[in-house]
């Protein structure tokens, strides 16, 4: 059996028996994006039909993302804890990104108004404190906008922002 199909097996016997807590270490390392879903499915429809509670390990973000309750555990200690809107709320940022119609009068602007941005390639980058706040910057950048999209924070963002921490030293 591949290394998928082996992790496959193992959740399959976990869940077998449906008990009433389930651990799960890291249960979708090494598995493809299809049969990570299908899992989380699974278990989901598992928890909402029996009140099953699951406790997991992962170090994918987006899994934790989908949880009721997140604890950050960073050298041991727990650095955070909350419903992962509060911590992307907490320790992530929305942006503003911004493909401008001419980037050198773009660019010229930004200055002259004093307004904090980067450049992430083609496009200007704008850190929120709000949401709410794109809709003040789009309407102060009148006739110069090609396209633009804002993003929220992730629980990626969030875990850099609790840890500190990109890549571990």
Same mark, same amino acid.
């Given at each position: 059996?591949?290394?998928?199909?082996?992790?496959?097996?193992?959740? %399959?016997? %976990?869940?077998?028996?449906?008990?009433?807590?389930?651990?799960?270490?890291?249960?979708?390392?090494?598995?493809?994006?299809?049969?990570?879903?299908?899992?989380?499915?699974?278990?989901?429809?598992?928890?909402?039909?029996?009140?099953?509670?699951?406790?997991?390990?992962?170090?994918?973000?987006?899994? %934790?993302?989908?949880?009721?309750?997140?604890?950050?555990?960073?050298?041991?200690?727990?650095?955070?804890?909350?419903?992962?809107?509060?911590?992307?709320?907490?320790?992530?940022?929305?942006?503003?990104?911004?493909?401008?119609?001419?980037?050198?009068?773009?660019?010229?602007?930004?200055?002259?108004?004093?307004?904090?941005?980067?450049?992430?390639?083609?496009?200007?980058?704008?850190?929120?404190?709000?949401?709410?706040?794109?809709?003040?910057?789009?309407?102060?950048?009148?006739?110069?906008?090609?396209?633009?999209?804002?993003?929220?924070?992730?629980?990626?963002?969030?875990?850099?922002?609790?840890?500190?921490?990109?890549?571990?030293?």
């Amino acid at each position: 059996m591949s290394g998928g199909q082996k992790r496959r097996a193992d959740i %399959a016997r %976990a869940l077998i028996h449906q008990p009433k807590i389930l651990f799960l270490d890291e249960p979708t390392t090494g598995l493809d994006p299809q049969t990570r879903k299908n899992v989380w499915n699974t278990i989901q429809e598992l928890q909402k039909d029996s009140g099953m509670t699951v406790f997991l390990t992962t170090h994918y973000m987006e899994e %934790a993302d989908e949880a009721d309750f997140v604890i950050v555990i960073d050298d041991g200690l727990i650095a955070a804890k909350g419903t992962p809107t509060e911590l992307k709320d907490r320790y992530s940022y929305d942006t503003l990104r911004v493909k401008a119609k001419d980037e050198k009068q773009m660019e010229d602007l930004l200055s002259k108004e004093k307004i904090a941005f980067f450049r992430k390639n083609e496009l200007f980058v704008f850190n929120l404190t709000s949401t709410l706040d794109a809709i003040d910057l789009v309407n102060r950048l009148p006739g110069m906008i090609e396209s633009f999209q804002v993003l929220n924070g992730t629980m990626d963002d969030a875990f850099i922002g609790i840890t500190g921490k990109e890549i571990r030293e």
